[in-house]
């Protein structure tokens, strides 16, 4: 697992979906599709391999802040295609996660 990778992943669909919403895509984003979080790598490690390690203190953590990570993309995507504009500044702005603090990746 290339946890580097999976981050920049992550990143890189923050950017897609800052295009999207300021009108500089042409890509077509369907909501129901991206609110599922079992279907990018993370989500594949996290519902898979990763489950032997549901009983670590950030497993829970980790489980969670992604799967809202890709719902609160899917609401984006459903209010601009609603007609709503969400200001992608503001929207695909995220902290930091606590578990990726002063941690070392590998």
Not at 14 to 34: H, Y
Not at 68 to 81: E, M, T
Request: glycine letters at 8%.
């Amino acid at each position: 697992m290339n946890w580097m990778e999976i981050i920049g992943a992550h990143v890189m669909w923050k950017q897609r979906l800052t295009a999207f919403l300021a009108g500089n895509s042409t890509e077509t984003l369907d909501p129901d599709t991206i609110q599922l979080d079992d279907r990018c790598a993370l989500g594949k490690w996290i519902y898979g391999d990763g489950k032997a390690m549901s009983e670590l203190p950030r497993y829970e953590e980790v489980r969670g802040l992604h799967a809202q990570f890709h719902q609160y993309a899917a609401d984006v995507v459903r209010l601009h295609l609603a007609g709503t504009r969400p200001k992608p500044r503001n929207c695909c702005r995220a902290s930091t996660p606590s578990f990726l603090k002063n941690s070392s990746t590998g």
